[in-house]
């Protein structure tokens, strides 16, 4: 089945990097395994810390976003309980693997200053709350066990969003996709799906460019420092 299996990064814009690999690092744990210049983006940096072998935590620094003002309940939540604008991260959790992990996690956080709640049972999964720079609400949870859908897809939730019971059958059982022997072409642009947020002359000229030439025009293979061949 043709599906994600994870989230490789999810990248987080900040104005300084260096203070946030400070609190990923000394703070959580989380080693920095990469730095360089941001691929096809000039006057930006791309920074990753690690959280596992597939799954990386990213920030993005960009010229100018130092004028861009963070506001609670607009660009940030500021809690678990908060709103911020449709589209954006309302918190993010990170998983520790384990009651004794995250247990860890809450003490390592406590020993550096970090004001921390919980752990709070929340039958799916047991979490820990805190705050990280630049705004960002944080959480680190556990599950003991996969998360069961006909215990946990509540009707009452589905009946006030909207969704019908064939709906949530639906979401529940996603259709499989078996890739065929040819690549897809790209499609038209339709105003009614969802687009990157180009300009349209732009995203015109993009969407007229083959696969072949995209990737020649954006890869960068190469990493910034070349090792010496063992």
């Not at 607009?74 to 991260?89: E, F, L, R």
């Not at 705050?131 to 556990?142: N, S, V």
């Not at 996969?146 to 589905?158: G, L, N, Q, S, Y």
Request: a negative charge.
């Amino acid at each position: 089945m043709t599906a994600p299996t994870g989230v490789h990064h999810l990248a987080i814009s900040t104005k300084d990097m260096k203070s946030q690999f400070e609190f990923f690092t000394q703070v959580m744990g989380a080693p920095m395994v990469a730095l360089f210049e941001m691929h096809g983006v000039e006057g930006a940096w791309h920074g990753f810390v690690r959280l596992s072998d597939t799954c990386l935590l990213s920030f993005v620094q960009i010229a100018g976003v130092e004028d861009v003002e963070p506001i609670i309940g607009v660009t940030h939540s500021g809690t678990g309980a908060g709103i911020s604008a449709p589209g954006t991260m309302q918190h993010l959790a990170f998983d520790v693997g384990s009651e004794e992990a995250l247990l860890a996690m809450r003490d390592r956080l406590r020993s550096n200053g970090i004001v921390t709640f919980g752990p709070i049972e929340h039958g799916m999964c047991r979490s820990i709350y805190f705050a990280g720079l630049e705004g960002l609400t944080l959480e680190a949870a556990w599950s003991a066990e996969p998360i069961e859908p006909r215990a946990w897809v509540d009707p009452v939730a589905c009946e006030a969003i909207g969704m019908t019971a064939a709906d949530a059958e639906r979401f529940m059982s996603p259709p499989s996709y078996d890739p065929p022997a040819e690549p897809v072409p790209q499609p038209p642009i339709d105003p009614s799906k969802p687009q990157m947020g180009y300009p349209r002359k732009e995203l015109e000229f993009m969407v007229a460019l083959s696969d072949a030439e995209v990737a020649a025009a954006a890869s960068t293979p190469d990493p910034p420092v070349r090792l010496e061949q063992a």
